[in-house]
């Protein structure tokens, strides 16, 4: 599957609803976003802060119900065009595409597309699944191997599932289980997990080191570099995503073994034939560019510097043509993403975070002298808000953002220490719909993989995994000097 395919996916993952029932999701949208903007109800708030709320409310449905085949855009043009009506900068509205998150995310992008393209990540895959003899531990160990060795060469966790979610319905279908069984759903949860989880411990291992990038306040982004990122986050997301796989293990394992032979993996790995020219560049320049991402203190090249240099590489040698630039990847998600981690920018020009602040800041901070608390609380409160705030939660984010500065200047507290409540809530999914990877992986899988009965079961676990990494790595965080005693 290519990434143009995969991108095709992901803008078509949201089918379950009625097309009736999202264009009535629009239009009452649509009539309190008018109602802000004319009433201006938000006391203390200017009109062009209660003008901004009102925009991003309309452009949030636009991604929520998606009507059709409408791209993000859609919602974000929205979002772009009110900025600019209600008379924020240019500067402002647009600062996520001149910011580094956004350089570091299109190379990685093009990144995920050349493992496609190659064949390089379906080798590394079937490479290590015939390395291990075929059993329920044998697949979760060899899974998790190939989602770290994913996350090192792509932060695209589209590409990742993209890959690995056919190997593993194929592997239900060798194995001959039935669909949505339990062995089908443990052996494609066990996929989706890794592709999606471990590669968070680094800031290149997953897009939401580089998305967080765009949240922050720009005083504190100096704060956040590879090294520090991999010090808070490498035992949490490694720890969160072994319980996470023990978990699937006993509650979706199958009383019967695998029926399957290592050989036929082997088999699947000859059919690939001999490794390609294009396989070779690829990794190399890969594997360098993960060099450069983690000795960014020794080299003095910052990561954006050395995606580019990479991108530009891999036009050089030809895996990236240009055909490709502008079908390799989806601009569409390329915008929203730009559109998004701006918003944190748009909302304080427009005065929105402070005015929220005395509602959000003193519950928050009040919590701060007990780490474990705050983060269990937050984790807890932007689970709640994920039913309502789809895509990832980003605009409760950027909402939140600049609570990042007291708790740091005031409490001590590191921002990517508070990032784990974030992205824990961001990965989260209870229902198929809080979580587009989930509908990504569906449709991969021709929804033949798990049941919605099996999703909500997998998100539990999920929630269970994560109270479990949050209460040992404050431990961990304290023995190592990185939290406060």
């Not at 910011?99 to 393209?117: N, Q, R």
């Not at 709640?384 to 001590?412: C, M």
Request: hydrophobic letters at 55%; glycine letters at 8%; charged letters at 10%.
């Amino acid at each position: 599957m290519s990434q143009t395919e995969a991108a095709v996916i992901s803008s078509k993952i949201t089918k379950t609803p009625a097309i009736n029932s999202k264009l009535t999701g629009i239009i009452f949208s649509a009539v309190l976003a008018a109602i802000i903007l004319i009433a201006k109800p938000f006391t203390g708030l200017s009109p062009q802060g209660n003008g901004v709320i009102a925009v991003t409310l309309l452009g949030l449905s636009f991604w929520i119900f998606r009507p059709g085949t409408l791209p993000y855009f859609a919602g974000a043009g929205i979002i772009v065009a009110g900025g600019l009506l209600l008379k924020l900068p240019l500067n402002v509205v647009i600062v996520g595409y001149t910011s580094s998150a956004m350089w570091v995310l299109l190379p990685a992008l093009f990144f995920g597309f050349a493992l496609v393209k190659t064949g390089l990540g379906k080798r590394i895959s079937y490479a290590v699944l015939k390395t291990f003899q075929p059993s329920y531990i044998g697949i979760s160990v060899s899974w998790f191997i190939i989602g770290m060795l994913l996350s090192a060469l792509t932060p695209s966790i589209t590409v990742r599932i993209a890959i690995v979610m056919p190997i593993a319905m194929s592997l239900v279908e060798a194995c001959g289980l039935p669909d949505k069984s339990r062995g089908s759903a443990f052996i494609c949860f066990v996929a989706f997990a890794t592709a999606l989880l471990p590669g968070t411990g680094w800031q290149t291992g997953s897009l939401w080191g580089i998305f967080m990038m765009g949240f922050y306040p720009p005083e504190i982004k100096p704060l956040i570099t590879p090294g520090v990122w991999f010090q808070y986050m490498a035992f949490p997301w490694i720890f969160i995503t072994v319980v996470y796989l023990a978990l699937l293990y006993l509650i979706l394992k199958p009383s019967e073994p695998l029926q399957l032979n290592r050989e036929a993996f082997k088999d699947q790995y000859a059919a690939l034939g001999k490794i390609t020219k294009d396989e070779i560049v690829c990794a190399v320049v890969l594997v360098i560019a993960l060099i450069l991402f983690s000795t960014e203190n020794m080299t003095g090249i910052k990561t954006p510097e050395a995606a580019m240099m990479a991108f530009v590489a891999l036009m050089i040698f030809g895996i990236i043509k240009l055909p490709d630039i502008g079908t390799g990847v989806s601009w569409d998600i390329i915008n929203f993403f730009g559109v998004v981690i701006g918003l944190s920018a748009m909302f304080k020009t427009a005065g929105v975070s402070e005015w929220a602040k005395p509602f959000i800041e003193p519950g928050i901070l009040s919590m701060a002298g007990s780490p474990l608390l705050l983060l269990l609380f937050l984790t807890v409160i932007l689970w709640v808000i994920r039913f309502i705030d789809i895509p990832w939660g980003f605009t409760t984010f950027a909402i939140l953002s600049p609570i990042f500065i007291p708790l740091y200047q005031k409490f001590g507290l590191h921002p990517a220490l508070i990032s784990v409540a974030f992205i824990a809530a961001g990965n989260s999914y209870f229902l198929a719909y809080h979580q587009p990877f989930i509908m990504i992986s569906d449709t991969c899988t021709k929804s033949r993989g798990w049941s919605g009965g099996q999703v909500a079961i997998a998100g539990f676990l999920y929630a269970i995994a994560i109270i479990m990494g949050l209460l040992v790595s404050v431990v961990y965080w304290k023995i190592m000097g990185l939290m406060p005693a």
